[in-house]
């Protein structure tokens, strides 16, 4: 069974600090990943998916990479805002069933 | 471009009542989910649909029941509400299976459902 972890569960940063978002599961037999954004009270919205075969996606300040060998994804952030408060979440496509597993988060809020 | 809409976004129930949680999308997609979040967790698959008239159960079915009539809607029902089921609910819809090449799923914003 596929298990997927994020930590920290919380983070905290000032505004302009380069950060990395963790991401580890345990069964690399993976389709895809995706990282994806939620808002309070608002929906999922992804933000990068990287393909099985790739190693990392990259859009605009953000850049995820992928190694399936150990088990992980980073999701990366430069220059961070305070608008990328959010959590952040990551969920793999395994195959199997039309099944995404997700990762519990990571809250980040990014500090003026 | 609407996109996943869902309906209501907040309802209280009562133990034992029944409900149905709206979703429609206007994307066109084949493929439809139904999640729960509960706080603190990942999101949980309950229900899916590969076109209409086919659906299937995910991770965590039980006391809920699902319909796909249209390509655009896939209703979720609850029965019998129990307080397990007190969570709050996305619903999804992709072009292809679960990000299967570039596609990836599109969400509702939720329905917050809380059952006492």
Redesign the interface.
């Known amino acids: 069974k596929q298990e ?1 972890t994020q930590i920290p ?1 919380a983070l905290s940063v000032p505004e302009g600090e380069n950060l990395v978002l963790n991401c580890s599961f345990t069964d690399s037999a993976i ?2 990943l ?1 990282w994806f954004r939620q808002d309070p ?6 933000l990068l ?1 990287i ?1 099985s075969s790739q190693r990392e996606q990259t859009s605009g300040r953000l850049n995820a990479s992928l190694d399936k060998s150990s088990g992980r994804s980073t999701l990366y952030i430069a220059a961070s805002q305070p608008g990328d408060s959010a959590t952040y ?1 990551c ?1 793999l ?1 395994t195959g199997g069933g ?8 990571t809250q980040l809020k990014v500090e003026l | 471009n609407a996109g ?1 809409t869902q309906t209501p976004k907040f309802r209280i129930l009562k133990i034992g009542q029944s409900m149905t949680l709206q979703c429609t999308q206007d994307m066109n997609h084949n ?1 439809m ?1 139904w999640y729960r979040q509960d706080p ?6 309950i229900y ?1 649909s ?1 076109g209409a008239g086919i659906t ?1 159960k ?2 965590v079915p039980n006391g809920y029941n699902v319909s796909r009539s249209t390509t655009e809607d896939f209703p979720l029902r609850l029965e019998l509400a129990a307080p397990s089921q007190t969570s709050v609910y ?1 619903c ?1 819809s992709s072009y292809s ?4 090449g ?1 596609q ?7 329905t917050r459902l809380s059952i006492l």
Do not use: C, W
């Open positions: 997927v569960a389709y895809n995706q009270g608002k929906g999922l919205t992804s998916l393909q979440l969920a496509f039309n099944k995404l597993t997700f990762g519990t988060g | 996943v493929y989910y603190g967790m990942g999101l949980k698959l899916y590969v299937d995910g991770e996305f999804a299976r679960a990000g299967i570039n990836p799923q599109h969400f509702g914003d939720g």
